[in-house]
Nanobody, 120 residues
C-alpha cells in the first residue's frame, strides 16, 4: 500500500510565506517524479510545480519566481511559497508518479490535500 501525506497549509497574509511538505511511503519501488497541484473553488486542478527523480523542475507561469519545489530524498518533497497572493488560495495536493514494489505497476498516487488561504 502507498500513502502520500501533505502538511503545512494554513492561513497567511498577502505577501507572506508558507512551506508545504509531502511524504510518500509504503510499498514503493521507484518514484519517477513528484509534484504539487492546486485546486481553487470552482476551478480545475492545475499543476503548480514538479520535480523529477533527476532533479529537473518545472513551474506554472503564475508561480515562477515565487515558489520553489525541492526534495531531501526520493520520497519527500517541499514547496516553499513566498510573496503569496490571494489568488494562490486553494487546496494543494501532492502527487507521486511511482512504481509499486510488489506488483511493479505504475501508479499515480495523490494525497488528501492541504488548504492554503491567503487573506488579510
Amino acid at each position: 500500500q502507498v500513502q502520500v501525506v501533505e502538511s503545512g497549509g494554513g492561513l497567511v497574509q498577502p505577501g507572506g510565506s508558507l512551506r508545504l511538505s509531502c511524504a510518500a511511503s509504503g510499498s514503493i519501488f521507484r518514484i519517477y517524479a513528484m509534484g504539487w497541484y492546486r485546486q481553487a473553488p470552482g476551478k480545475q486542478r492545475e499543476l503548480v510545480a514538479g520535480i523529477t527523480s533527476g532533479g529537473s523542475t518545472n513551474y506554472a507561469d503564475s508561480v515562477k519566481g515565487r515558489f520553489t519545489i525541492s526534495r531531501d530524498n526520493a520520497k519527500n518533497v517541499f514547496l516553499q511559497m513566498n510573496s503569496l497572493k490571494p489568488e494562490d488560495t486553494a487546496v494543494y495536493y501532492c502527487n507521486a508518479d511511482l512504481m509499486v514494489a510488489d506488483s511493479l505497476n505504475r501508479l499515480d498516487a495523490w494525497g488528501q490535500g492541504t488548504l492554503v488561504t491567503v487573506s488579510s
